[in-house]
């Protein structure tokens, strides 16, 4: 790769807006390089990083447009103050929403 289409590719990573993809680009392809990774495999990489990093900023923007006044997290739940709560249904329930977010990922 010349020196011009190197820097023609990071600024064009930054007007389509991946800067997570541009950010790790450099050191993530001397890495693919000693461990011969594919083309394929690279891209696959990179634009996963970019994805997984626009959602985690989406969600946290939605957090904060919904106001909420704290974060909580089904840990902080006080199960003892609501006894008619049955906790090891509701993890089961956030179990299994995990494992359709992970199926959903992995396809």
């Not at 994805?51 to 006080?78: N, V, Y």
């Not at 906790?87 to 995990?98: G, Y």
């Amino acid at each position: 790769m010349t020196n011009f289409e190197y820097e023609r590719l990071h600024h064009n990573l930054k007007l389509l807006k991946l800067g997570t993809f541009e950010s790790v680009l450099d050191n993530y392809l001397e890495i693919a390089a000693k461990e011969k990774k594919s083309t394929i495999e690279i891209l696959d990489y990179l634009v996963d990083r970019e994805l997984r990093s626009k959602e985690s900023r989406s969600l946290a923007l939605r957090t904060r447009k919904a106001g909420f006044p704290m974060e909580k997290r089904l840990d902080d739940f006080d199960f003892e103050f609501q006894p008619s709560l049955d906790k090891s249904v509701i993890n089961e329930i956030a179990s299994l929403k995990l494992s359709i977010m992970q199926r959903t990922w992995s396809c």
